[in-house]
Nanobody, 126 residues
């Protein structure tokens, strides 16, 4: 059974930074990919950033230039470094993962992910 656990959320002021972590446990073999998503109550979950096992990445327009997704592949730990945070970044952030291969564009779409974490809250005040 594959499990994902996020950490690193919290409350920061606008302009601040946070680094989210996602630890993946269980058996993942071959190619894989993971993504970061966020959701505000009453809205749909949206893709923020994603990364494949061969290092391809993709970012939502809202994240480009401010967020960076990375991984420690041997440890199955993934990160989302978030800089220059804005109040509109306030949301519950989730990491997700699946085995296999997808296009870079697909990294931001919920339908391609099988395993999900429970989320970590990020609150950015103005």
């Amino acid at each position: 059974q594959v499990q994902l656990v996020e950490s690193g959320g919290g409350a920061v002021q606008a302009g601040g930074s946070l680094r989210l972590s996602c630890v993946v446990s269980g058996y993942i073999y071959g190619n894989y990919y993971m993504g970061w998503f966020r959701q505000v109550p009453g809205t749909e979950r949206e893709g923020v950033a994603g990364i494949t096992s061969d290092g391809r990445t993709n970012y939502a327009d809202s994240a480009k230039g401010r967020f960076t997704v990375s991984r420690e592949s041997e440890k199955y730990i993934f990160y989302l470094q978030m800089n220059s945070l804005k109040p509109e970044d306030t949301a519950m952030y989730y990491c997700a993962a699946s085995t296999g291969s997808v296009s870079s564009a697909s990294l931001l779409f919920i339908m391609w992910y099988k395993y999900w974490g429970q989320g970590t809250q990020v609150t950015v005040s103005s």
